[in-house]
């Protein structure tokens, strides 16, 4: 007897299309000390596995290495995690008046410098 697909809200639900996947890069450094330090960063959304698989074999021709499909199970927060130490990694400390100020005098330390020759 084959086995039918299972039925959520009048929808057939395939076998596996209830997990997700999405692709995260591996980033391996060393840090001003010498150790080995490593990050995972993540490169695209949760999707279905053909999505996950697809995705995976266009950054592998793109030459991008050390990436891998994970799984995010329903309720994962993992993703979300990684998502938001990603951002925090991207975001730069707000331009303040002081910096700027450092900045015109060192301009204008050059500009009266190059006067001077």
Same mark, same amino acid.
């Given at each position: 007897m084959a086995s039918r697909p299972r039925m959520c809200l009048g929808h057939p639900v395939l076998p596996g299309s209830l997990m997700q996947y999405y692709i995260s890069k591996t980033q391996v450094s060393l840090d001003a000390e010498g150790r080995l330090s490593a990050r995972e960063v993540v490169l695209t959304k949760p999707s279905t596995l053909a999505a996950a698989?697809? *995705?995976?074999?266009?950054?592998? *021709?793109?030459? !991008?290495?050390? !990436?891998? !499909?994970?799984?995010?199970?329903?309720?994962?927060?993992?993703?979300?995690?990684?998502?938001?130490? *990603?951002? *925090?990694?991207r975001k730069s400390r707000p331009l303040t008046l002081a910096d700027v100020a450092e900045d015109l005098a060192e301009l204008e330390a050059e500009s009266n410098k190059a006067e001077g020759l």
């Open positions: 698989q697809e *995705a995976h074999r266009r950054y592998t *021709a793109l030459g !991008i290495d050390r !990436i891998h !499909i994970c799984k995010h199970p329903k309720n994962s927060r993992r993703w979300g995690r990684l998502d938001r130490e *990603a951002n *925090a990694h």
